[in-house]
């Protein structure tokens, strides 16, 4: 790892513990579960939960007073490993608990050993397989002496998706004339608000790890791509003449899941896509009833990166300008950070709120408040602090507003 990125996590992440112990053990490692020997306990569960759910690590039988560092690491679908550390001392009873807080910045101030965007200022975040094809990831801890290094205990964290019995179907253009995924929680669940997901310019599929876990929550969700969808997709390159009504037909087929509750269907969506949620809302309040706006616009702009207009209804190009949302159906809200360097995203949510959307407004935070927490951090690229520090306020916004939009759905 890059020695000034690392120094910069490793700061954020370091703490010294007291007394206090984390119970709920679950199942050790063979090598590292004998009688009398150091083990890795968590508050909750056998470490076995789903990718948004909080951490809460401990350890018990260290030598008092112990110096200690807990490694969390994890590999990518490309086989790269990404890791972060803390060091923590156990109690005058060999105990250490690490806190809900520190325990879950361990997932989310992950950084790769090598990655081309290390220093490059550029956003880069961690991908574990999709979920259509790996429903669960792995991270590994290890917990070692501080100055020797030697390893004292271990243990694999099992990090899902999709629970037992929820569904994927990939979509494509020939069978559905839609590109995405679709995710259903497990047969007989009762009905509940279906979630339709899309991303901003960064273009493909970027929904579909929020996707499936909110099927893991209860809620039918698909995850669509509307630009960037690769070959086969008959979709364009370029947020150009996008047309709502590829948004309503994905939003009907959601509507017509088993699980699905059509009457309270939700649209999320991030950065540009939050202009086509808050169209959608506006003009299709029969098919929409919320709008989740994720570092939102309050206007439309143009085509992304050049084109006609960004976005069209029935053929039709909408014009460039104030999105109203005197229509829409239920609630909008909007999630922007008050570091956002990319757009004024808090100053959108600010517009917004003052046309009777609900805004959550995180001041440290940058542009990527979006979608769940701990499960796939994002970073910004670059050694500077300050955008370290920015990184951890997108986490903190994403571990905050998460809950919320849970509730909402469920209103």
């Known amino acids: 790892m890059n020695g000034g990125v690392r120094a910069v996590v490793a700061a954020g992440l370091v703490v010294a513990l007291g007394a206090g112990c984390a119970g709920g053990e679950g199942g ?71 806190g809900g807080k520190t325990s879950s910045e361990l997932l989310s101030g992950m950084l790769p050993d090598t990655h081309p965007k290390l220093n490059s200022g550029k956003t880069f975040s961690y991908h574990p397989g999709p979920p259509g094809e790996q429903r669960a990831y ?44 679709l995710y259903n929680p497990p047969k007989g669940e009762p009905r509940k608000a279906p979630v339709l997901v899309f991303g901003g310019s960064e273009g493909g599929n970027a929904g579909t790890y929020t996707a499936a876990l909110l099927a893991s929550h209860g809620h039918p969700a698909l995850s669509l791509c509307y630009f960037r969808c690769g070959k086969g997709s008959g979709r364009p390159d370029a947020i150009d003449m996008i047309d709502l009504d590829y948004f309503t037909r994905a939003a009907r087929l959601l509507g017509k899941q088993p699980s699905a509750d059509p009457g309270k269907l939700t649209v999320m969506g991030n950065s540009r896509g939050s202009e086509a949620a808050q169209l959608l809302g506006q003009r299709r309040p029969s098919v929409v009833r919320n709008v989740v706006a994720y570092a939102p616009s309050s206007k439309a702009i143009g085509p992304y990166p050049s084109g006609q207009a960004a976005w069209a209804d029935h053929g039709r190009a909408l014009p460039t300008g104030p999105l109203p949302l005197d229509r829409v159906r239920g609630t ?39 979608w769940f927490p701990y499960g796939q951090p994002g970073q910004e690229g670059g050694a500077d602090g300050a955008v370290a520090r920015t990184s951890a306020a997108d986490q903190r916004a994403r571990a ?12």
Request: aromatic fraction near 4%; charged fraction near 25%; hydrophobic fraction near 35%.
């Open 332 to 370: 909008v809200l909007a999630v922007g950070g008050g570091n956002d360097k990319m757009w004024g995203s808090a100053a959108s949510a600010r517009d917004m709120a003052a046309h009777g959307a609900r805004k959550l407004v995180y001041p440290d935070a940058g542009h990527h408040v979006n």
């Open 138 to 181: 792995s991270v590994r801890l290890n917990l070692t002496a501080a100055k020797s290094g030697k390893r004292l205990a271990s243990r694999t964290l099992t990090r899902e998706w999709l629970t037992g019995g929820a569904t994927h179907r990939e979509l494509t253009a020939d069978g559905d004339k839609l590109a995405g995924d």
């Open 400 to 411: 905050d507003s998460w809950p919320r939009i849970l509730k909402l759905l469920e209103s």
């Open 28 to 98: 050790q490692d063979g090598q590292d579960g004998n009688a009398g020997k150091a083990a890795l306990t968590l508050g909750r569960g056998n470490g076995t939960a789903l990718a948004d759910q909080p951490l809460d690590i401990g350890a018990e039988r260290l030598p008092a007073g112990a110096e200690v560092t807990l490694t969390a690491s994890a590999k990518d679908r490309y086989g790269k490993t990404w890791r972060s550390r803390t060091r923590a001392s156990a109690d005058k009873d060999g105990r250490l608990a690490l």
